[in-house]
C-alpha cells in the first residue's frame, strides 16, 4: 500500500492506507465536516521532487468553510476640534455624545518645521544688545592703574578707605622708600633714630650675619663702608652685596644684584653675571622671602643717650604703648632728692599711654603722665583723658 503525502503551506505530511482506513471506519461516528462552496479539485496529480528522490501523490488539504462575520456598525462620524459633536439617533441604534479637546499642533520631522516660532514683540518691546568695540588705529598705551583710579574716583562710582599716608622711610643701603616686596628687599628694620634699613639689603651685605635667636650683627659696618662703595648697576653710592669671586670687585645693591641677574647661592654667597656658572646649580637660591624674627643688634643705652643729647626733635620715639614727649633734666642741687637706687625723676619729663580705662571694662583711654617739682620734691602728675568725660588729674609724691 502507497503512502500518501498532504502538504499544506510547505509541510509534507504521510499517511499509511491503514490510517485511511481506520478513518473510514470512524466516518459513521464522527460528522463530516461541511462541504466547501468551492468547486470540485481535479484527480490526483501526479508530481515528480526535482531532486529526484521520490515520486509520490500529492493530495491538498480540505479547507474549512470561513465563518460569516456580522455586518460592521457603521463608523461615527466625528465632528471638527472645539466643538461637540452629536449623532443624530437613528431607530433601534445607540444615541452618542462625544467630546474633544484641542490636540498640540503635531511637529514634523522637517529641520525647518522645528525652528522656535518668532517673537510676538519683537522690535516693540525687546531689542538685542550688540556691542562693538573699536580699536585705533596704530599705537595704543592702555591706561595704568592709577589713571583708572583717578577716573573712577571722578566719576564717584567706588567706595574706597582713606588713603593710607605715604611711607617717606629710606633705606640706608638702596635707598628706596618704604616696605619692599616679600621676596624682595623685605621690610624696613630701625637701625637708629630715623636710620632704616631693609632686611635683605642688610642680610646680604658681606659683613653682615645672623646669630640663632635672629641678630643681625655688624650693620654699622656694612653701613660706614657702604657709604663709600658705587653700585655697578646704578652707579650710586651705598653697595654692600660684593662678588665672592677671588680678586672680582664688582659690588652692589642687593635689588641692584637682582635686576642685573647675579646668581645667590643657600650659602650667602652672591656671583656677578660674569662669573656665575652657566645654566642652573642645585645650592641656588631664587625665593628671598623671610618669615622668621628677625632684627638689627644695637647698643640701647646709647641710643637713649643719643634721644637726651638731641633735645628738641621731630621723630617719635615709641616702646610699646608708652610714647615718650620729653626727657627732662636734673640740676646739680636736686640730684639728691629725684632719684631712687632704681630710677630717676627728672623734672619736665613726660610721657603718654594708652591704657584701660577706670570707667569701662572694655575701653582703653590716653594716661599723660609728666613730673613736677613742689617744695623741693618731686611730684608725679597723671593726667586721665578719655572721650566723653572731662579730665581727670592724679598727683602723688611717689610714682605708685
Not at 31 to 49: G, I, T, V
Request: proline share 7%; net charge positive.
Amino acid at each position: 500500500m502507497k503512502d500518501i503525502v498532504f502538504c499544506s503551506n510547505n509541510c509534507f505530511v504521510l499517511y499509511s492506507a491503514a490510517v485511511q482506513a481506520k478513518n473510514s471506519e470512524n466516518k459513521e461516528s464522527v460528522p463530516s465536516l461541511p462541504q466547501s462552496p468551492m468547486k470540485e479539485r481535479p484527480p490526483k496529480a501526479f508530481h515528480q521532487y526535482s531532486n529526484n528522490i521520490s515520486t509520490l501523490d500529492v493530495h491538498c488539504l480540505p479547507q474549512l468553510q470561513e465563518k460569516v462575520s456580522p455586518p460592521s456598525s457603521p463608523p461615527i462620524m466625528f465632528p471638527p476640534a472645539f466643538e461637540a459633536a452629536k449623532v443624530e439617533a437613528k431607530p433601534d441604534e445607540l444615541k452618542v455624545t462625544v467630546k474633544l479637546k484641542p490636540r498640540l499642533k503635531a511637529i514634523h520631522s522637517s529641520l525647518e518645521d522645528c525652528r522656535p516660532p518668532s517673537k510676538k514683540w519683537k522690535g516693540m518691546k525687546w531689542k538685542k544688545w550688540s556691542i562693538q568695540i573699536v580699536i585705533p588705529k596704530g599705537s595704543f598705551k592702555p591706561p595704568c592703574e592709577e589713571e583708572i583710579d583717578e577716573f573712577l574716583k571722578k566719576l564717584g562710582t567706588t567706595l574706597k578707605p582713606d588713603p593710607v599716608p605715604k611711607d617717606y622711610r629710606k633705606c640706608c643701603f638702596c635707598h628706596e622708600e618704604g616696605d619692599g616686596l616679600t621676596d624682595g628687599p623685605a621690610r624696613l628694620l630701625n637701625l637708629d633714630l630715623d636710620l632704616w634699613v631693609h632686611l635683605n639689603c642688610a642680610l646680604w651685605s658681606t659683613e653682615v650675619y645672623e646669630t640663632q635667636a635672629g641678630a643681625l650683627i655688624n650693620v654699622e659696618l656694612a653701613l660706614r663702608r657702604g657709604l663709600q662703595m658705587k653700585c655697578m648697576f646704578c652707579h650710586k653710592m651705598g653697595a654692600t652685596s660684593g662678588c665672592h669671586r677671588l680678586r672680582c670687585t664688582n659690588i652692589y645693591h642687593f635689588t641692584c644684584a637682582i635686576k642685573a641677574q647675579c646668581m645667590f647661592f643657600k650659602d650667602k654667597t652672591m656671583l656677578c653675571p660674569m662669573h656665575k656658572p652657566k645654566g642652573t646649580h642645585e645650592q641656588e637660591l631664587s625665593y628671598f622671602a623671610v618669615f622668621r624674627r628677625v632684627y638689627v643688634q644695637r647698643d640701647e643705652v646709647r641710643q637713649i643717650a643719643s634721644i637726651v643729647q638731641r633735645g628738641e626733635r621731630d621723630h617719635t620715639f615709641r616702646v610699646g604703648s608708652l610714647i615718650f614727649h620729653a626727657v627732662g633734666q636734673l640740676l646739680p642741687q636736686q640730684m639728691q632728692a629725684f632719684h631712687s637706687s632704681k630710677a630717676l625723676f627728672p623734672v619736665g619729663y613726660e610721657a603718654s599711654r594708652l591704657y584701660w580705662s577706670m570707667r569701662y571694662a572694655n575701653r582703653r583711654c590716653r594716661y599723660l603722665c609728666s613730673i613736677e617739682e613742689k617744695d623741693g620734691l618731686p611730684l608725679f602728675v597723671i593726667k586721665v583723658v578719655e572721650q566723653g568725660h572731662e579730665d581727670l588729674v592724679l598727683t602723688d609724691t611717689t610714682p605708685k
